[in-house]
């Protein structure tokens, strides 16, 4: 089945500056890549996603890449804020016909920005 | 208003008490999903549900049943908890096909005594 690796599991970066996840994968099936952010008592929440046949989706201050030959991808925030605290999950799933197969999900980063 | 509700939102019980906690969704997905959320593993899928009668089995099924007699309703059944049951459960639902995000409900923290 499918593994999915996600470093660091915390990451403190100063109110301003970046802050990158990254995430590997072990099935080469796998063709759906979301990104969840889950804030202190929430449920999570899906901030981005990409599929296979794109290298990189932005979406404001968020930026996802994703290198299919490594097997990796990676979760990019600029300009932080002190509201980007928060736990995010990486996860990977195949799609079918029928939508997500079953999704694995990294194992968290607890990301802190520091005021 | 579009949503996916848990309940019971917290629980306490014993070992060996079946328990069923009820997932609910108004948005006509056809994809549903019970995760459990532990500290250092982050998200494991217990089951999905593709569609109505249809089930399969995720990451971590053992100890648990689900069903999926409606398209708006997949129930987590617990036939006989344990200790090692005790975990903050999610569901979520999606539609299929183009449209995947999943929509959480609020979870439901278990412990298991």
């Known amino acids: 089945g499918e593994n999915v690796e996600q470093h660091p599991s915390t990451l403190s970066v100063q109110e301003g500056d970046s802050a990158v996840i990254k995430c590997t994968y072990s099935d080469s099936a796998s063709n759906y890549f979301p990104w969840y952010k889950q804030e202190l008592g929430k449920r999570p929440q899906l901030i981005i996603d990409?599929?296979?046949?794109?290298g990189e989706k932005k979406d404001q201050r968020i930026a996802v890449t994703l290198n299919k030959t490594a097997k990796h991808f990676s979760l990019h925030i600029t300009e932080t804020q002190p509201e980007d605290s928060a736990v995010y999950f990486c996860?990977?799933?195949?799609?079918?016909?029928?939508?997500?197969?079953?999704?694995?999900f990294g194992t968290g980063t607890r990301l802190t920005i520091i005021p | 208003e579009a949503q996916v509700t848990q309940n019971p939102r917290y629980l306490i019980t014993v070992t060996g008490k079946k328990l069923t906690v009820t997932c609910s969704q108004n948005m006509n997905h056809e994809y549903m999903s019970w995760y459990r959320q532990d500290p250092g593993l982050g998200l494991r899928q217990i089951y999905y549900s593709m569609n109505v009668e249809v089930t399969d089995k995720g990451d971590v099924p053992e100890g648990y049943k689900v069903s999926r007699k409606e398209k708006r309703n997949f129930p987590l059944i617990l036939e006989s908890p344990s200790p090692n049951q005790t975990s903050l459960y999610f569901c979520?639902?999606?539609?299929?096909?183009?449209?995947?995000?999943?929509?959480f409900g609020p979870g439901t923290r278990l412990t298991v005594l």
């Open positions: 990409i599929r296979s046949n794109v």
């Open positions: 996860a990977a799933s195949r799609l079918s016909n029928f939508g997500n197969e079953k999704l694995t």
């Open positions: 979520a639902s999606s539609f299929s096909v183009d449209y995947n995000e999943q929509f």
